[in-house]
């Protein structure tokens, strides 16, 4: 007997649960105040979208026509150890120091919809390199990263999914280049990315004899 009056009670009390749901969900008051809800949350998550790429684009730089980005300058501290002094077109002056042989440098690129023939970039890592196979592995390796580290990538989420066909990213890389004291370089960016390039006659021999 008890079993049937829990039953009932419990019959009820979903009936009255439905009803007031119903009521709830039917009223065009609730609606409203649900959509004006939900498009008030959209427009906030759009705007902090917006900055947030607003600020990300503001991390990179525009290049209007092909253009000197970057010089590097060579000094040999001893064998296979340089110290170079990277100096760029947006007024940063580092020095550094690399083992190897080789030496590269890294940016990340956009392009897109307004950008024009050239994306933007940013200088994203310098890196020595050794030629024997041996060293590389076994040896003290050289990589600076230009950038800081994000929390959120914009970039990062724009590279993985190139399906954003209105704005993609890139990797951009100058080819390795030999290093040698009082050796000068320029790194250019140009549609096919970036470009290393000798300044003085000591980079330029030095390219000549490594060709």
Do not use: C
């Not at 498009?39 to 600020?55: A, D, E, H, P, R």
């Not at 590097?72 to 760029?88: A, C, I, M, P, R």
């Amino acid at each position: 007997m008890m079993q049937y009056v829990l039953i009932g009670i419990a019959a009820v009390i979903s009936a009255a649960a439905m009803l007031a749901a119903l009521k709830l969900l039917l009223s065009p008051k609730w609606i409203i105040q649900w959509l004006r809800g939900s498009f008030g949350l959209f427009l906030v998550l759009f705007s902090l979208s917006l900055g947030l790429v607003g600020y990300t684009f503001s991390q990179f730089s525009y290049a209007p026509e092909p253009k000197v980005i970057a010089t590097l300058s060579f000094d040999q501290l001893q064998s296979q150890e340089f110290e170079v002094e990277l100096v760029t077109s947006t007024g940063m002056k580092e020095v550094f120091r690399l083992h190897g042989d080789q030496w590269q440098l890294d940016a990340r690129m956009l392009s897109g919809v307004g950008f024009g023939d050239l994306p933007l970039y940013r200088l994203e890592r310098l890196t020595g390199r050794y030629l024997s196979l041996e060293q590389e592995r076994q040896t003290e390796k050289s990589v600076y990263g230009l950038i800081e580290t994000e929390s959120l990538d914009v970039w990062n989420f724009l590279y993985k999914n190139k399906w954003l066909g209105f704005l993609s990213a890139q990797y951009g890389s100058a080819a390795y280049m030999p290093m040698a004291d009082g050796a000068i370089f320029e790194v250019s960016l140009t549609q096919n990315g970036l470009v290393g390039e000798a300044l003085n006659e000591t980079a330029k021999s030095l390219v000549q004899d490594w060709e």
